[in-house]
Structure formats: structure tokens, C-alpha cells
């Protein structure tokens, strides 16, 4: 990648198809970067724990953003290079808004992908059905979630929620306006409710990264297709779209290439290799 040394690369909508998978063409290419010397980092909205079966196809990379931001891992050191959590009171508010509706609370906690157990495997009632095979695999399935988080303190990176429609996504919505709780909210998915530690996102965790290595922001590259990458896409140096991505993301892209089921990430990793 002439003038660039790190490549940052979101997963669904990007590095993965719409079966979830890396595929062939995709795969290769991110070997050449590696082999080149460059760093190409994962940057995700993913846990550690759902990222680990992608890993292992590169074990070179170096990297990992995950967590939106929120986990930030050196993957050859095994070491936690930065970590955020969502404050107490914020859960509190979160949960409140929750309540006894029918919606599905994720958390991130420590790299894990915890759930409740009676919601593991009815992903696609609440719209995530492209995931209904791969989570139940990774998750960590509790009794009750909300105990877990509020009575236990156990620790949180990232709490997404998912909904059975976009009218009950906008509705957590107008509930969480009238709490007013410090943590980012990003819409994801279809109807999904993305809940962050204030100040985190993705173009953070950039520049985290790049006080680590030394790589200032002008000779990095993210590919991206989804609003939770804005904030990568304005940091980098060069932003790349994905032919899937949504219109904000293309409004501010300097390249645009082919969708994720055609190798557009490959396509983006060839051009600027």
C-alpha cells in the first residue's frame, strides 16, 4: 500500500458475505498486505470471542479493534492494549427502558458474548437471523442477564439490543432521550440498538492504535459500509466504501468499491497495495 502502513477492515457488511464468511478472494488478499508488512487490522463491532474463528485464518495479524471501539487487543502479545466500560448508571437507565418488553439484551463483557438462555436461539425473532447459526455457538448463556450486569457489576464494554422491529427500536429510542444516559447509541442491523461507554467508537480506537504503533492517522486506510464506521472512516487517511455501504458512508469516501459479496474488500486491498 503505497504511503499507508495499516489497513483497517470492518467485518459484516465488509470482510464477510452475506453467509458470513471470508471469502476466497478476500482471504488471499489480506495474506499479500500481511506478507507486504503491513498491518491489516479487524475493526468491529464483534467481541473477541466471536472473532476468534476469523483470527485464526491470519495468525500474523497483529490487531484487533472490537467491541465498536470499546477493546482494543494486541493479538501477538496476547494483551489488552485498551478498555472501556459502560458506567453503572447507565446500565441502570438501559435496563430500566428495557424493562419486561420483548427485547433481546447482548452484552460484551471481558472479550465474552453473554445472553440470556431463553433468548439465545430465537435470533431471528428479533431480526438478526443472519446470525442465528454462529452466535448460539459463541455466546455465553445466562439465567438472567439483567441480575448478572446490575446486582453482580459484572463489567460491560457494549450492550446491544435487539428488537423485533424498527418501531420498537424507535421507541428504546424515545425512552432513552427522556433518561438521558451517557452512553453512544448506534443503529446497527435492522433493528438493532448499539449502547457504547461515552467518547468510544471505532475512529477512537484508531487513534489509540496509532500511539501504540507509531502510524499516524494520514498512513491509515478504513473500509467500511455501515454508519457504526463513520467515525474510522473520518479518521483514517483514506476512506473506503463498500459497494453495499449506506449512503454516509459513501458521502464521504474517497473510493468506492465492489459489494461484499463480489470481493470489494479485496478489491480496495489490491488498489492500494
Known amino acids: 500500500m503505497s504511503g499507508y502502513d495499516l489497513i483497517a477492515l470492518d467485518m459484516d ?23 507486504a508488512g503491513k498491518e491489516v487490522v479487524f475493526c468491529t ?34 494483551t489488552l492494549l485498551f478498555h472501556a466500560r459502560i458506567s453503572d448508571e447507565d446500565l441502570e437507565k438501559i435496563f430500566k427502558v428495557i424493562g419486561d418488553r420483548d427485547i433481546m439484551p447482548v452484552a460484551f463483557s471481558d472479550g465474552r458474548y453473554l445472553a440470556n438462555k431463553s433468548q439465545i436461539y430465537r435470533l431471528a425473532h428479533y431480526e ?8 448460539p455457538k459463541i455466546a455465553t448463556g445466562v439465567e438472567n442477564l439483567r441480575a448478572l450486569v446490575l446486582e453482580q457489576h459484572r463489567p460491560v464494554e457494549k450492550l446491544n439490543l435487539f428488537h423485533t422491529s424498527v418501531r420498537e427500536r424507535t421507541r428504546t429510542q424515545e425512552l432513552l432521550d427522556e433518561l438521558q444516559p451517557e452512553a453512544v447509541r448506534i443503529l446497527s442491523e435492522t433493528s438493532s440498538l448499539e449502547c457504547s461507554p461515552p467518547g468510544i467508537d471505532k475512529g477512537t480506537a484508531l487513534a489509540r492504535l ?17 454508519d457504526n464506521d463513520l467515525s474510522a472512516l473520518h479518521y483514517a487517511g483514506m476512506a473506503v466504501a463498500m459497494g453495499n455501504a449506506n449512503a454516509h458512508v459513501k458521502e464521504i469516501s474517497s473510493l468506492i468499491v465492489g459489494d461484499n459479496d463480489h470481493d470489494g474488500c479485496a478489491e480496495a486491498i489490491r488498489i492500494l497495495l
Open 128 to 135: 438478526m437471523e443472519a446470525y442465528a447459526q454462529e452466535s
Open 45 to 78: 463491532g464483534r467481541a473477541l470471542v466471536e472473532m476468534e474463528r476469523f483470527l485464526r485464518i491470519f495468525p500474523d495479524m497483529h490487531y484487533l479493534i472490537a467491541e465498536s471501539g470499546a477493546y482494543v487487543y494486541d493479538l501477538q502479545a496476547h
Open 210 to 226: 496509532s500511539e501504540s504503533t507509531g502510524i499516524p492517522r494520514e498512513r491509515m486506510i478504513m473500509v467500511g459500509d455501515a
Open 13 to 35: 457488511g465488509t470482510v464477510l458475505n452475506s453467509r458470513k464468511e471470508i471469502a476466497p478472494g478476500t482471504r488471499e488478499a489480506i495474506r499479500t498486505a500481511l506478507r
